[in-house]
């Protein structure tokens, strides 16, 4: 708990300080340990798109299987920081990975296709060696980023991202989600009727998500 409170005082002063955000999660994942058994445990990792589906969608994770570990704004090298906090150490059954947008909406400087997918599959990598089933999500559709608007050719990037964690699933006999295809609109940017924002999503986003979770889980 000193420790904990030292990490959090650290990134309130300097968010550098702690820029994977371990301190985020800290204390819930010891509680979770100590209270409540791993069994059939499923982990979804990711960034705000899977931290507000804990706040807009609530009803999804009062399965207490399902744990949210998403934190906004994050991209894929903070999250392959914390996955073995934040995953491995909870000792799920499976962990559902939804990441890579904020990459290309450079939130931690440029990245490219390449460097995005890498990380993804590092933390899929990771989990495998540690028998924790894994379940690949696309990256959402999105047009423009209203944070990042001077980038450029957002979909195809997304696209890129998408065939190569889709080829990586079927190479290593993994599953993957496919989210994009079911929220793309025709200019391939999100739905106008999942999002409030052209990135971040409304409760009928989450309930196409939450719908097609509840379908791949019936195969692990």
Known sequence: MIFANRLK????KNPHLDWPSLSYYLEENKQLLSNYSS???IIFMGDSITEEWGKLYPEFFHNES????????QTTPQMLVRFRQDVIGLNPKAVIILAGTNDIAENTGPSS????ANNIFSMAELAINHGIKIILSSVLPVYKYPWAEHIENVPETIKNVNLQLEKFSTANDLLYLDYYSSMVDQRCGLKNEYTTDGVHLNRGGYKVMSNLVYEILKVI
Do not use: K
């Open 39 to 41: 069994e059939g445990r």
């Open 113 to 116: 296709p390449d460097m995005i």
């Open 66 to 73: 399902f744990i949210n570990r998403g934190i906004g704004g």
């Open 9 to 12: 005082e650290a990134a309130l």
